[in-house]
T-cell receptor, first 112, second 112 residues
Framework: EDKVVQSPLSLVVHEGDTVTLNCSYE??????LLWYKQEKKAPTFLFML????IEKKSGRLSSILDKKELSSILNITATQTGDSAIYLC????????????FGTGTRLTVIP | NAGVMQNPRHLVRRRGQEARLRCSPM?????VYWYRQLPEEGLKFMVY????????ESGMPKERFSAEFPKEGPSILRIQQVVRGDSAAYFC??????????FGPGTRLTVT
């Protein structure tokens, strides 16, 4: 069965710290891996990764995929209290449906 | 371009009643996905629809749950004869082409 595992489950850091969130997956016929940020409401799309070794960046956030290791990391530099959220990793298999398999997320808390 | 809209945001039903959850995708998006998030669990895929067609309902419980996406109007997720175990957050996502998915704010269903 397709599976996505995220670590750590939760993380508490101080403002200004750099954090690395991990996602590993087992999926039949991998198509893409996606990262979302979930605060109190809708998961907000961050990145979609399809190719190994190519870093995607958006401001202080960046992510990279390693297809050989079946994993991805999400980095956040110079963290701010507004980064506090649950970060979700999801993978999409190479099927017609393109439904997403989600991990349970990493809960990040940034304290001032 | 308004985001994915869901209503109601909160819904309370007694056991045995019906729940109807609505989702209006982003403009120009013809792919709709429904996910369920139980407390302390990750998002779980339920069903994938395109206009007037159910493409994949492999994540839907076999009984009491149904979904539609008519030619006109929002997508509807219907839960008949609700039970306490149906209490969850139900998220809808839309996609322009079946790649990255954009989520709505969710409907929190509480069954009393």
């Amino acid at each position: 069965e397709d599976k996505v595992v995220q670590s750590p489950l939760s993380l508490v850091v101080h403002e200004g710290d750099t954090v690395t969130l991990n996602c590993s997956y087992e999926v039949t016929n991998f198509r893409s891996l996606l990262w979302y940020k979930q605060e109190k409401k809708a998961p907000t799309f961050l990145f979609m990764l399809t190719s190994s070794g190519i870093e995607k960046k958006s401001g202080r956030l960046s992510s990279i995929l390693d297809k050989k290791e079946l994993s991805s990391i999400l980095n956040i530099t110079a963290t701010q209290t507004g980064d506090s959220a649950i970060y979700l990793c999801a993978v999409s298999p190479q099927t017609g449906a393109n439904n997403l398999f989600f991990g349970t997320g990493t809960r990040l808390t940034v304290i001032p | 371009n308004a985001g994915v809209m869901q209503n109601p945001r909160h819904l309370v039903r007694r056991r045995g009643q019906e729940a109807r959850l609505r989702c209006s995708p982003m403009k120009g998006h013809s792919h709709v996905y429904w996910y369920r998030q139980l407390p302390e669990e990750g998002l779980k895929f339920m069903v994938y629809l395109q206009k007037e067609n159910i493409i994949d309902e492999s994540g839907m419980p076999k009984e009491r749950f149904s979904a539609e996406f008519p030619k006109e109007g929002p997508s509807i997720l219907r839960i008949q004869q609700v039970v306490r175990g149906d209490s969850a957050a139900y998220f809808c996502a839309s996609s322009p082409s079946g790649t990255e998915q954009y989520f709505g704010p969710g409907t929190r269903l509480t069954v009393t």
